[in-house]
């Protein structure tokens, strides 16, 4: 299986910073009998490698370099590979980046760096052969992705941070067949690039007769890459602190989105 981590943006909702945004410290894990700090970006990279992922791709740019040396040496049984974006110019230029690497019979996994979310096991919800959406319940979804789905859990729109969105439930990370993230390269490529979000591209995928599918599995997504979010991670993690001493992370949502106590993991 295959991870993309797409980590070349500026991080200007959260700056300035002496770092890159996507190693911001959120809790703390154990190295054997070590307390260590627990960058963001490492709750979706732990959560890539759960499901079986071995080989992770990190989409970096200018100033990102930092991102290479804190995961050179690969992550729990995953190897890390770096490919570079010149330039912040959206997700869909970011993830195709990586499309030399993917053969069109593995599994592609891709989520936010700077974004933790519950259940841990998310991606194991989500369907190998077909592209799917992990999906989260928030209370403002103009700030995101909204997923719009039929009775069959059918994807029929993807509402990309529309005002008035005809639900509240968002996409948060998704999984798809190696033959389908190249299909959706070519379709991008085909349309001169100009989608900046994969909510529109994935708009056209489907009125040209692709199948998208949503699962409402997700119960909490924070976005830690503002300063309330960041805050709010901090704060929560402080009264869960007592919770569990074990060598995964516990995380509280910010106010958009409740979240209670995940057992398991410990600030």
């Not at 080989?55 to 991102?67: A, L, M, P, V």
């Not at 592209?131 to 029929?156: H, I, K, T």
């Not at 798809?176 to 085909?190: C, D, E, N, T």
Request: charged letters at 20%; glycine letters at 12%.
């Amino acid at each position: 299986m295959f991870g993309i981590v797409p980590a070349a943006g500026r991080g200007s909702r959260i700056q300035p910073l002496g770092f890159s945004k996507e190693l911001l410290p959120v809790g703390s894990r154990l190295d054997g009998q070590t307390e260590r700090p627990c960058a963001v970006s490492e709750y979706l990279v732990r959560r890539m490698v759960r499901n079986g992922v071995d080989r992770i791709c990190f989409i970096i740019g200018s100033g990102k370099s930092d991102i290479l040396e804190y995961y050179a040496a690969g992550y729990g049984d995953a190897a890390a590979i770096f490919v570079a974006q010149p330039s912040p110019v959206g997700l869909c230029d970011a993830i195709f980046r990586a499309a030399p690497l993917v053969t069109p019979d593995e599994t592609v996994l891709i989520g936010l760096p700077d974004t933790i979310w519950f259940p841990e096991d998310g991606f194991c919800r989500l369907a190998d052969d077909r592209l799917s959406f992990l999906m989260f319940p928030v209370d403002r979804p103009e700030l995101f992705d909204a997923v719009v789905l039929d009775g069959n859990g059918r994807v029929e729109q993807i509402q990309v941070k529309q005002a008035d969105a005809a639900t509240n439930w968002v996409w948060g990370a998704f999984k798809m067949p190696g033959r389908v993230f190249h299909q959706l390269a070519a379709l991008w490529r085909q349309r001169d690039g100009v989608d900046e979000y994969f909510g529109t591209l994935v708009n056209a995928y489907l009125a040209g007769g692709g199948e998208a599918y949503g699962v409402k599995a997700g119960t909490a997504y924070v976005d830690v890459g503002t300063f309330n979010g960041y805050r709010t991670a901090l704060r929560l993690l402080e009264s869960n602190d007592a919770i569990d001493d074990g060598p995964l992370p516990t995380f509280a949502s910010q106010d958009r989105s409740p979240m209670p106590t995940v057992p398991g993991e410990g600030a």
